[in-house]
């Protein structure tokens, strides 16, 4: 079955680093546009940053600059590399991708990871 797990959380003082990773698994042909999203109880969930399969990126105002999506088609990984922490930034942070797969060939359907808590303490 396809799905996308998420690994790197993890309670950091402000201005450290964290790497977030997220792997896609299952019969998956061929992964589109790929990126990182966060959540805040109480509130809406929004973009941090995208990465098409090309490599094209996109980042949220308040991430760009100290964040970098970067992503292994090959291996359908795509990293999240968040640097200069703020207690802003503490949120989970959910791995979502566009997938070509056996489970729904011929359409790509959109997937989501089940989340990883990132929380930088003020």
């Known amino acids: 079955q396809v799905h996308l797990a998420e690994s790197g959380g993890g309670l950091v003082q402000a201005g450290a680093s964290l790497n977030l990773s997220c792997s896609g698994y299952?019969?998956?042909?061929?992964?589109?546009?790929m990126g990182w999203y966060r959540q805040v109880p109480g509130n809406q969930r929004e973009m941090v940053a995208t990465?098409?399969?090309?490599?094209?990126?996109d980042y949220a105002d308040g991430v760009r600059g100290r964040f970098t999506i970067s992503r292994n088609n090959a291996a359908n990984l795509v990293w999240l590399q968040m640097n200069s922490l703020k207690p802003a930034d503490t949120a989970v942070y959910y791995c979502y991708a566009n997938i070509l797969s056996s489970e729904h060939w011929p359409h790509a359907r959109d997937y989501w990871g089940r989340g990883t808590q990132v929380t930088v303490p003020s």
């Open positions: 990465i098409s399969r090309g490599g094209d990126s």
């Open positions: 299952g019969s998956i042909f061929e992964i589109n546009s």
